[in-house]
């Protein structure tokens, strides 16, 4: 498999992190990449938060001394504002990759025009794109922009988002094959990706429902896509980076790692000293617990020891809990390929701004205002 080429970035291994908000923190994005190789991109910060100075910001904005490659993914709906932070990341963080999020679904967001419901206005679309790329330009480092199908199933924009970002001199894109009311219901629709790797010159990154490696290695040779993009199937499991690099290396797909649950204790308490590294016990612990039902999903350990475990508070107290599971239990393999983390439901109707459908541009007379908040951190 030939390696990602994102503008004069070379990622040899064509996986990336996908960027999951209170999840790809630094310690997290650590953790996967001791496991494996490409391209881990930090939880999603905002434009307007970076320009400002917001502390909650600044303060998701860490990188680990073992990080390589710095990459960030930027929220933004206002061109100067991401503009500004793109500068901003290039200038005093080093950052060798910036990824702009047109693809989160959460109503908060999509009903001020943001995140999924943004690509509808193209010329916008097109201005933040623009900004971005010439403001990393002088650095030298390559945007990417993050998108879903569309708003619903009769409102598509990933193809026209994909010419856009192309013109706008995107070094690639990224597209989740699901729609905005799709949520992250059903199933994702590589056929979009397919699709969209017709459309444009530039490379596609294909992302949604990849569980085991052996579904990265399927959605690149069935769409034709540069590099896949990971996320709910390594909640738990930051080894399948170990999978994905050998999956895309000269050994092929074949070696599916079955930790024991003794090796998945140890990678817990890796996880969960990292986090405490990077923000002391207390947060450290309390941001491990959403973890504790994803690495312990289908082992047998009891409801009361995970219960304590979703309630730990120190290393201390990890380490007793850890020790009451059986190291010697196998994998439970019923859970490869099965789905994981967030699915939900569809929504029967997505929230956008007063008259968003009305135009597609965003920019001329009459254009909804699209606000911008400081410390918009639900993700996508
Ligand atoms: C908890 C969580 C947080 C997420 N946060 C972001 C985000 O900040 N930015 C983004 O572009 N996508 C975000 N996503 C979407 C993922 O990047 C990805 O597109 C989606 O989960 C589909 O890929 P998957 O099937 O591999 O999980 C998030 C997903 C989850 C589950």
Request: contains cysteine.
């Given at each position: 498999?030939?390696?990602?080429?994102?503008?004069?970035?070379?990622?040899?291994?064509?996986?990336?992190?996908?960027?999951?908000?209170?999840?790809?923190?630094?310690?997290?994005?650590?953790?996967?990449?001791?496991?494996?190789?490409?391209?881990?991109?930090?939880?999603?910060?905002?434009?307007?938060?970076?320009?400002?100075?917001?502390?909650?910001?600044?303060?998701?904005?860490?990188?680990?001394?073992?990080?390589?490659?710095?990459?960030?993914?930027?929220?933004?709906?206002?061109?100067?504002?991401?503009?500004?932070?793109?500068?901003?990341?290039?200038?005093?963080?080093?950052?060798?990759?910036?990824?702009?999020?047109?693809?989160?679904?959460?109503?908060?967001?999509?009903?001020?025009?943001?995140?999924?419901?943004?690509?509808?206005?193209?010329?916008?679309?097109?201005?933040?794109?623009?900004?971005?790329?010439?403001?990393?330009?002088?650095?030298?480092?390559?945007?990417?922009?993050?998108?879903?199908?569309?708003?619903?199933?009769?409102?598509?924009?990933?193809?026209?988002?994909?010419?856009?970002?192309?013109?706008?001199?995107?070094?690639?894109?990224?597209?989740?094959?699901?729609?905005?009311?799709?949520?992250?219901?059903?199933?994702?629709?590589?056929?979009?990706?397919?699709?969209?790797?017709?459309?444009?010159?530039?490379?596609?990154?294909?992302?949604?429902?990849?569980?085991?490696?052996?579904?990265?290695?399927?959605?690149?040779?069935?769409?034709?896509?540069?590099?896949?993009?990971?996320?709910?199937?390594?909640?738990?499991?930051?080894?399948?980076?170990?999978?994905?690099?050998?999956?895309?290396?000269?050994?092929?797909?074949?070696?599916?790692?079955?930790?024991?649950?003794?090796?998945?204790?140890?990678?817990?308490?890796?996880?969960?000293?990292?986090?405490?590294?990077?923000?002391?016990?207390?947060?450290?612990?309390?941001?491990?617990?959403?973890?504790?039902?994803?690495?312990?999903?289908?082992?047998?350990?009891?409801?009361?020891?995970?219960?304590?475990?979703?309630?730990?508070?120190?290393?201390?107290?990890?380490?007793?809990?850890?020790?009451?599971?059986?190291?010697?239990?196998?994998?439970?393999?019923?859970?490869?390929?099965?789905?994981?983390?967030?699915?939900?439901?569809?929504?029967?109707?997505?929230?956008?701004?007063?008259?968003?459908?009305?135009?597609?541009d965003g920019l001329g007379e009459g254009a909804c205002g699209v606000l911008e908040d400081v410390d918009e951190t639900t993700g996508g």
């Open positions: 498999m030939t390696a990602l080429r994102l503008g004069s970035l070379e990622v040899p291994t064509p996986v990336v992190l996908a960027p999951m908000a209170g999840i790809t923190n630094a310690a997290y994005r650590r953790l996967c990449a001791e496991h494996g190789a490409g391209l881990y991109v930090c939880e999603m910060i905002t434009s307007r938060g970076l320009v400002e100075g917001d502390e909650n910001t600044k303060r998701m904005l860490v990188f680990d001394d073992a990080e390589q490659l710095r990459s960030v993914q930027l929220y933004g709906t206002d061109p100067t504002y991401v503009g500004q932070a793109t500068k901003i990341l290039c200038e005093e963080y080093g950052v060798a990759h910036v990824d702009l999020n047109f693809g989160c679904p959460v109503p908060k967001v999509t009903r001020k025009g943001g995140g999924g419901a943004l690509p509808w206005k193209r010329n916008l679309l097109g201005r933040i794109l623009e900004e971005a790329v010439a403001a990393a330009a002088p650095y030298d480092v390559p945007v990417t922009m993050k998108t879903r199908k569309g708003l619903d199933d009769d409102h598509l924009t990933y193809l026209d988002a994909g010419r856009i970002a192309q013109e706008a001199g995107c070094a690639a894109i990224a597209l989740h094959g699901r729609t905005v009311a799709q949520a992250y219901s059903g199933t994702a629709d590589w056929d979009a990706i397919a699709a969209l790797v017709a459309h444009v010159d530039i490379p596609v990154l294909g992302n949604g429902d990849i569980w085991e490696a052996a579904d990265a290695v399927r959605m690149v040779e069935q769409t034709g896509a540069a590099g896949v993009v990971v996320g709910r199937g390594c909640l738990g499991r930051p080894w399948l980076f170990r999978d994905l690099a050998a999956a895309f290396g000269p050994e092929g797909v074949g070696s599916t790692t079955l930790p024991t649950l003794g090796e998945v204790t140890a990678m817990m308490r890796r996880h969960a000293e990292l986090l405490c590294e990077h923000m002391g016990e207390e947060r450290g612990c309390k941001e491990f617990r959403k973890h504790v039902s994803w690495y312990l999903k289908g082992f047998r350990a009891g409801g009361e020891l995970r219960r304590s475990l979703g309630l730990v508070d120190s290393l201390a107290a990890l380490d007793e809990l850890l020790a009451g599971l059986d190291p010697d239990e196998p994998f439970p393999v019923s859970e490869l390929g099965a789905p994981r983390g967030r699915q939900g439901a569809p929504r029967h109707k997505v929230v956008l701004p007063e008259g968003w459908l009305d135009d597609t």
